[in-house]
């Protein structure tokens, strides 16, 4: 684990990470749970209601079964049925897995949530709370038991190239041995930082947006110095869309 | 190196959808065949490669963040090795598993045992040298009074307080029992330190009692009284304190060179089972509480009732000592 990521090195050697979830997500996640247990209580004491004509006794003593039932087997259930999620946590985007990056087992996820007794200790989930404040790898006391790690789930989209760099022109092209020294003398992160702006630029207000891409381009520019023609008419913006694209479509030729 | 993003995505995007598809469909429960199987780890492979080449890419974290989370949740199909069951049966479980694996950590239920047995002691010895000492040592509202006439009161005055809320009262002993006895198995999280006070408490309490009605002369009413539902009772607090051990010994790892993590995952299963077990017993206990132990003479007799505790107790050693015992690794 590295900050507050889990890493996972594969057997291939490739290396995954998942972000972990923190104390603050995972108590709005089981606010959103007692919330949930407490709606579902009141609506099974509607069905056992009826059974007040029978007797009351029986109804009462079902009525304190059940809410003791949903207190555990809510979270025991739904982490089961649902891979590690439960009503809050599906909400707040995150998701219980197996501290190793596997499947969960069901002694896992009915361990976790037995140690819940402890975690809850003495109110508010204090201890659970310190425990996932100050372990590296955000768990509580029934996570280390159970050896699971509760992670950030995030649903990203397929990864499609900006629009903005399907250009039809680019003045830049017309001298590529500019080009492949602009190639050359480019780090990734550079370049990645450069193509991150691009994507990410309609999310961006519009003075912090002429002033990062006005950044952006006097960087690139120290680095080689186009003709006066190439730039002419181009906005710092412009020019760094083009420049992402001389760094990200290899050394084709010019397009028209 | 810098790579061509955009033939990068349009070459392998498809595979990806693929792979995104798939793993949808597991995760709705869907059982891969063989060529499904096949064909998911040539596509967790083949991302994870590409994974690998787009790491040396740092900033395009949109990119790099949907790969990882392909490859992590493919990783988690592929190289989950762990024994799965094909179904869950609760006859199995419970006639074959749980007295397995009681029998398997008898030695961590033998120390909860000596624990609850070492507070008893403590219990009845602080009340022989300080009678005063009851409502410290049990301060339960219907514990502290005298014994001599709460006898009276229970045999004159037969389940007045009880009457028309017997099943209210056994499902609040059931859950109270099951959350005391959780809580006892929680703390093995302590390296077994709470535990240890909690059954040695426990065992206070139960000593002091039998002590004060022993001393009273009101033997036969405590056997009557407590046999039938606490000879279930009491053991099933036992075995979650036998859990709590087993928990608190993989923690300690002695003479385990494993890692922590390791101990802990292969003490799960037998924690999970105790816990279960637990459960079970104490729903018995509650039943027997509510509708058997709190009636006495003159409505049961106390010989009747110590007798069907005496056969409660044997049936529980039989089933703990000997039931799936055939076939039983060793």
Redesign the interface.
């Given at each position: 684990v590295t900050g507050r990521r889990l890493t996972?090195r594969?057997?291939?050697?490739?290396?995954?990470?998942?972000p972990l979830a923190g104390p603050v997500s995972r108590m709005l996640a089981l606010l959103i749970d007692f919330v949930c247990i407490g709606a579902a209580f009141l609506v099974l004491q509607q069905g056992i209601a009826i059974l007040q004509i029978v007797?009351?006794?029986?109804a009462?003593?079902?009525a304190?079964?059940l809410?003791?039932v949903l207190q555990?087997g809510y979270g025991i259930a739904c982490e089961w049925l649902w891979?590690g999620q439960t009503i809050g946590k599906r909400v707040v985007h995150i998701r219980v897995?197996?501290?190793?990056?596997?499947?969960l087992?069901?002694?896992?996820v009915?361990?976790r949530n037995?140690?819940?007794?402890?975690d809850s200790l003495p109110l508010f989930y204090a201890v659970g709370g310190v425990s996932c404040a100050v372990t590296r790898h955000s768990q509580r006391?029934?996570d280390?038991?159970?050896?699971t790690v509760v992670i950030r789930h995030?649903q990203?989209?397929?990864?499609?190239?900006s629009e903005a760099?399907r250009l039809r022109y680019n003045s830049l092209r017309q001298w590529p041995h500019l080009c492949a020294r602009l190639?050359q003398r480019?780090t990734?992160?550079e370049?990645?930082?450069a193509?991150?702006a691009i994507?990410r630029r309609d999310e961006i207000d519009a003075g912090p947006r002429l002033e990062l891409f006005g950044d952006l381009a006097r960087h690139f520019q120290g680095k080689v110095e186009f003709p006066p023609e190439a730039l002419d008419g181009l906005s710092s913006e412009q020019y760094i869309r083009d420049v992402v694209q001389v760094?990200?479509?290899?050394s084709s030729t010019a397009r028209s | 190196m810098i790579i061509d993003i955009e033939r990068f995505f349009t070459r392998n995007r498809l595979h990806w959808q693929e792979l995104e598809k798939l793993l949808d469909r597991l995760d709705a429960g869907d059982k891969p065949g063989y060529a499904e199987a096949r064909r998911l780890h040539y596509l967790y492979e083949r991302t994870s490669a590409d994974l690998a080449r787009l790491s040396t890419f740092a900033a395009e974290s949109d990119a790099g963040t949907y790969l990882s989370g392909l490859v992590g949740r493919a990783y988690a199909e592929i190289y989950e090795t762990r024994r799965r069951k094909a179904r869950f049966s609760p006859r199995r479980w419970f006639f074959r598993e749980f007295p397995r694996t009681f029998r398997r950590h008898i030695g961590e239920f033998t120390l909860a045992v000596a624990l609850t047995l070492a507070g008893s002691g403590f219990g009845a010895f602080a009340l022989a040298i300080d009678i005063d000492a009851k409502h410290v040592l049990m301060p339960f509202p219907g514990l502290e009074g005298d014994p001599g006439e709460r006898v009276h009161r229970e045999e004159t005055e037969p389940n007045k307080n009880l009457s028309g809320h017997r099943s209210t009262f056994s499902a609040e002993l059931m859950t109270h029992n099951m959350r005391v006895s959780f809580f006892t198995l929680a703390l093995g999280i302590t390296w077994g330190i709470g535990s240890v006070l909690m059954l040695f408490y426990n065992g206070v309490i139960l000593g002091a009692v039998a002590f004060d009605y022993v001393r009273a002369g009101y033997t036969t009413f405590l056997l009557g009284w407590l046999m039938p539902h606490g000879v279930i009772e009491i053991p099933a607090i036992l075995v979650a304190g036998q859990a709590s051990f087993v928990l608190a010994g993989a923690l300690f790892g002695r003479g385990d060179r494993r890692p922590r993590r390791e101990r802990l995952r292969k003490a799960t299963p037998a924690v999970v089972t105790l816990a279960g077990g637990t459960a079970v017993m104490l729903v018995w206990a509650g039943i027997v509480e509510s509708f058997i132990s709190q009636y006495h003479r003159p409505v049961l007799p106390y010989e009747a009732k110590i007798a069907f505790g005496a056969v409660e107790l044997l049936l529980l050693v039989a089933f703990l000592g000997f039931s799936g015992r055939k076939d039983e690794p060793q």
């Open positions: 996972v594969t057997p291939e050697g490739i290396v995954f990470s998942w007797s009351a006794d029986w009462t003593g079902i304190v079964i809410y003791f555990i891979r897995i197996d501290g190793e990056g596997l499947r087992a069901p002694g896992q009915i361990l037995l140690l819940r007794a402890v006391l029934g280390l038991a159970a050896n995030q990203a989209a397929t990864p499609e190239l760099l190639r480019s990734p992160e370049a990645g930082a193509l991150e994507m760094l990200f479509e290899g | -």
